[in-house]
């Protein structure tokens, strides 16, 4: 896979993208990155990516000419490449959408600055995203997020290949519930001890024990995730007796 960002300020990504599991998987080949300056498709002296917004109003706006000149560069280079844009706009990023995204073989993230980014621009765009209802500065952090989710699903990234598959929210064997709890030695500290069945060897017990424990830990604290999950009838019965009692009678989502 070839992910690459367009971007004012490209020496952000660098530092990120070789350490720990992206620069593992990066020096081991199973994906490739790049980081291109929005500025280097500019042609003025000031090398110029903004402008004030027509209408008035604070702030500036990323202008659409240079990102055009600069997407549709880069994608002459090769396959044609999953355009993102970052925008509160977009759809919210979740693991679904990191799975989709794994599977591309080229991801282009243009990341926008300022105020914003002129509309017309995301005619370029074949999805938008957002990671949050917050403000960020820019869509560089974005960028990284999405980037950090879809690697760690590609094959070899983590080594262990089950890794992905047991972690929250994943849609594999966990069936989109939050990972169960997890201890390391010492067995009791501070008062508070490790569960006996995990002490016990007893691997058909461990199994059991934790996907209860997945299940209790979404009711008590996400369990807007339970409808979509994958549940048997008498988990989903056990389920629903665990929101009411973690979140009273009628509880909604909503």
């Not at 992905?164 to 519930?177: I, K, P, R």
């Not at 058909?204 to 009838?233: F, G, Q, Y």
Request: overall charge negative; charged content about 25%; glycine content about 10%.
């Amino acid at each position: 896979m070839l992910i690459e960002t367009l971007s004012v300020f490209p020496a952000m990504f660098e530092p990120v993208m070789s350490t720990s599991i992206l620069g593992r998987a990066r020096q081991a080949g199973i994906f490739d990155f790049k980081a291109y300056d929005l500025r280097d498709w500019t042609h003025d002296r000031h090398r110029t990516v903004d402008d004030e917004p027509y209408g008035g109003g604070q702030g500036m706006l990323m202008k659409a000419p240079p990102i055009f000149e600069a997407v549709r560069s880069i994608a002459s280079q090769g396959p044609r490449p999953h355009v993102v844009f970052f925008t509160p706009c977009g759809a919210p990023f979740d693991q679904r959408t990191a799975e989709r995204l794994s599977h591309e073989e080229r991801l282009l993230f243009v990341c926008g600055r300022y105020e914003g980014i002129d509309e017309r621009a995301y005619a370029l765009a074949d999805e938008r995203l957002s990671i949050g209802d917050y403000v960020l500065t820019g869509g560089e952090l974005a960028a990284m997020v999405v980037t950090d989710a879809v690697v760690r699903l590609l094959p070899g990234a983590l080594g262990d290949e089950m890794s992905s598959v047991d972690e929250s929210f994943a849609t594999g064997e966990t069936g989109g519930l939050l990972e169960y709890a997890q201890y390391t030695r010492p067995a009791a500290f501070e008062g508070a001890e490790v569960p006996e069945v995990l002490l016990s060897g007893d691997h058909a017990k461990v199994d059991a024990w934790r996907r209860a424990n997945a299940i209790e830990r979404t009711c008590r604290w996400r369990p807007d995730l339970i409808p979509t999950a994958r549940l048997s009838e008498s988990e989903r019965g056990r389920a629903a007796e665990l929101v009411e009692r973690y979140h009273g009678p009628g509880y909604s989502e909503a």
